[in-house]
């Protein structure tokens, strides 16, 4: 019997995001809302929310936040994102935090960090020989932390390889600007890239 020739339907993109008690709120719904928007323009991309421990947790507003898994039941992602916190840098990065967000990070086909949770992927061992930013607040005390990134602290966001550092919530929203499969000019992944962006209401992102 002939082998089918029939090719699989790939399936949703996933997009993992760290939570953990104490978790900026903002960094963590305003990219999830961007992959959002993108489905509206269609991409296919599925979001996902884990813990540590699989635990839910409680953001910075005090609201609690469900999670639907423990970082190590995650299949790889197509994009893991680590949202910042108000305790960084003024605390150190709980080894079991570093730890975890390490797990995600190595099956993923691109990592990205929101504002402060830089100090996450630095204390994950995932910036060093990087290029990399953060809140300019903060950048000098990102480059005592990793003596081995470049930190680039005027820089809105940076790309080093598959890795993504923003200096903030609407830097993570502009570089976020996600895409899918294409099949005709009008909806290349650069036309839905400028729909979704002018649906967030922040410009594109170069390229």
Not at 5 to 12: K, R, S, V
Not at 70 to 92: H, M, W
Request: with cysteine; charged share 15%; hydrophobic share 40%.
């Amino acid at each position: 019997m002939p082998a089918s020739t029939t090719a699989a339907t790939p399936g949703p993109r996933r997009v993992a995001i760290l939570v953990y008690d104490g978790v900026t709120l903002l960094d963590v719904a305003g990219p999830a809302e961007v992959f959002k928007t993108a489905n509206r323009f269609g991409a296919d991309y599925q979001i996902v929310l884990l813990s540590p421990t699989g635990e839910n947790v409680t953001s910075n507003l005090g609201f609690g936040i469900t999670v639907e898994r423990d970082v190590s039941a995650e299949p790889a992602a197509d994009t893991y994102l680590v949202p910042g916190s108000d305790n960084f840098p003024r605390t150190p990065v709980p080894s079991t935090l570093a730890e975890a967000a390490a797990i995600p990070a190595a099956g993923a086909r691109r990592v990205a960090s929101i504002c402060t949770g830089a100090f996450i992927l630095a204390a994950a061992g995932l910036l060093g020989g990087k290029r990399a930013t953060t809140h300019w607040n903060v950048a000098r005390e990102l480059a005592a932390r990793c003596p081995t990134c470049e930190v680039e602290p005027d820089a809105i966001y940076v790309r080093d390889g598959n890795t993504y550092t923003s200096a903030g919530v609407t830097a993570a929203v502009s570089s976020s600007a996600p895409s899918g499969p294409s099949s005709s000019a009008a909806d290349s992944p650069s036309a839905r890239s400028s729909q979704t962006s002018r649906a967030a209401m922040t410009p594109p992102a170069s390229s």
